[in-house]
């Protein structure tokens, strides 16, 4: 009898206890604050990278079958790195630099080539590549079932000096 009490106890506070909410994803104390609840919901699809690689590409272009000849420098920059969650697939991310653009195109991954696209203004340039050369760099992409997407450049947490 006594231990059919305890048991029915221990199954009455179980059963009063809320129903844990989804995991947050990893690194999500790297995420801004969500006013709007756009990520109320645990997300689709995460993919996290630690880059451990980097190279610079600065394009010359010259469209010749065009008049005028427009003359194009495309700035981006390839990271390659691993993966740190469990189920991501991404192996690269292509950053562009856009100087004309009043705005950006939306974060994009790609399960076949395993590749996330990321845009950012030309003047993150600096920010970006300083960031690469003297700190360990996270790169995050998440999508929610509501269609908002986050992605982003983040460095672990750092001590002041």
């Given at each position: 009898?006594?231990?059919?009490?305890?048991?029915?106890?221990?199954?009455?506070?179980?059963?009063?206890?809320?129903?844990?909410?989804?995991?947050?994803?990893?690194?999500?104390?790297?995420?801004p604050s969500d006013d709007l609840t756009l990520r109320a919901e645990?997300?689709?699809?995460?993919?996290?990278?630690?880059?451990?690689?980097?190279?610079?590409?600065?394009?010359?272009q010259r469209q010749s079958s065009q008049q005028p000849i427009p003359v194009t420098s495309p700035l981006m920059i390839r990271l390659k790195g691993k993966p740190l969650n469990k189920g991501a697939t991404i192996s690269q991310v292509v950053l562009s630099f856009d100087a004309e653009s009043k705005?950006?195109?939306k974060p994009v991954y790609?399960?076949?080539?395993?590749?996330l696209t990321l845009s950012y203004p030309v003047a993150q340039y600096r920010v970006i590549v300083d960031l690469l050369r003297n700190d360990t760099v996270y790169v995050q992409?998440?999508?929610?079932?509501?269609?908002?997407?986050?992605?982003?450049?983040?460095?672990?947490?750092v001590r002041a000096k």
């Open positions: 009898m006594n231990l059919l009490i305890r048991t029915c106890a221990a199954l009455a506070l179980t059963l009063s206890l809320p129903l844990a909410a989804a995991p947050a994803p990893l690194h999500s104390q790297f995420l645990a997300p689709d699809q995460q993919q996290l990278l630690q880059v451990t690689e980097y190279a610079v590409v600065v394009g010359n705005s950006l195109k790609d399960d076949k080539s395993k590749a992409f998440l999508s929610y079932a509501n269609g908002h997407i986050w992605a982003d450049l983040h460095t672990g947490a």
